[in-house]
C-alpha cells in the first residue's frame, strides 16, 4: 500500500522538474569530473508531501568504524537539520558493516581521498578531519550549485526512469537509510546505464548524475 501511494505520488505530484541555469564546480578545477545533478526521492512521503526534491547541496561522508575521530563528525551531521542539504553517508572501508565496493571506488578513484573521516561538498570542496568539518555550516551558507539536468523522475515498483539532457554522463542510484550513528548511510549502490532496477529498500533515492572522470576538490 505504502509503495502504491508514493508511486501515485510521484506521478500525480511533482513528476516533472525543472531545469536550473548556471555552471557546475570550479571555474577552471574540474578538467575532468564534476557533479551536474543530484536528485532526492523520499520513498516514505506521504501523498500530501513532496516526494522528489533538487536539493541545493550534497554533502558526501567517507568514514568508517574504526575511526576514532569519525563520530564526532557523524555527530554534527545528525545535527544537522536544512532540508535543502542531502547528506551521503559512505563507508569504503572493506571491514565496515555498510561497505560497497562503489563507496570504495567513489572514495578511492572519484576524489581521490585518502583518510577518514573526510567530507566532499557538491564535488568542489573537501573538509579533512572533525576540526575542518566544523566549517561545514558556513561553507554551505556559500554555496549553491545550480544542479540541473534531469527534466523527468518517476519509479513504479523497482524501477526507475529518469529523462533529461544526460548525455555523456553517468548516473549513480544511492539507496539510504538512516540509524543511530549515521545520517543517510549508503547500503546500496545501482549504475544507471547498467539497470533501471534499484533497490527501494531503505529511506530515500539519491540520484547523482556526473561528468565521468577525476573529481579535483578544494
Known sequence: MMRAILVAC????????PPLGG?????????EGYI????VIDMECEENQTC????????????????????????????????SVIILSHRPSSSDDFWLQASKERFLDVYGLWGYPTLAIDGHYILAGPTQSQELNSLLSESISNY?????????????SIVGDLDN???????????SNLTNVVTNHTNYSQTNVVDTNGEKLVIVVSKPGYIALV
Open 10 to 17: 510521484l506521478f500525480a505530484t511533482i513528476a516533472f522538474l
Open 148 to 160: 540541473s539536468g534531469i527534466s523527468n523522475v518517476s519509479l513504479e515498483g523497482q524501477n526507475l
Open 169 to 179: 554522463l553517468s548516473i549513480d542510484v544511492w539507496t539510504v537509510n538512516t540509524n
Open 23 to 31: 555552471a557546475h564546480g570550479i571555474e577552471g578545477a574540474h578538467s
Open 36 to 39: 551536474a545533478d543530484v536528485i
Open 52 to 83: 522528489i526534491s533538487r536539493p541545493s547541496n550534497v554533502v558526501e561522508y567517507f568514514g568508517a568504524d574504526w575511526c576514532d575521530e569519525c563520530p564526532e563528525v557523524e555527530s554534527q551531521l545528525q545535527e544537522s537539520s536544512d532540508p
